[in-house]
Nanobody, 111 residues
Framework: QVQFVESGGTLVQPGGSLRLSCAASENIVNIGAVAWYRQAPGKKREWVARIGPSATSYAGSVIGRFTLSRDYAKNTVYLQMANLKEEDTAVYYC??????WGQGTQVTVSS
């Protein structure tokens, strides 16, 4: 079963940018789709974005601000986040099946 390690989260001011990394334990070519989720304090985990073999999709709340990409050589999927808002504050996770979760990475948007 593929394992992921998320990183890149930190404290950032509103309007700022951040890039999260999701490093896979195996070749992402063989994985297929990878999705990002996030969980804010006191809220349910929610889907953020998904990158598949030939397409990407995004939640309405992040369209135009978040962008997915991947580096096959590094077996890593990236989530580039721009124009961050306080409501983007959450722990961010990547997964293939929405049932297996890693440690996540904390993003805090605050002035």
């Amino acid at each position: 079963q593929v394992q992921f390690v998320e990183s890149g989260g930190t404290l950032v001011q509103p309007g700022g940018s951040l890039r999260l990394s999701c490093a896979a334990s195996e070749n992402i070519v063989n994985i297929g789709a990878v999705a990002w989720y996030r969980q804010a304090p006191g809220k349910k985990r929610e889907w953020v974005a998904r990158i598949g073999p030939s397409a990407t999709s995004y939640a309405g709340s992040v369209i135009g601000r978040f962008t997915l990409s991947r580096d096959y050589a590094k077996n890593t999927v990236y989530l580039q986040m721009a124009n961050l808002k306080e409501e983007d504050t959450a722990v961010y996770y990547c997964t293939t099946d929405a049932t297996t979760w890693g440690q996540g990475t904390q993003v805090t948007v605050s002035s």
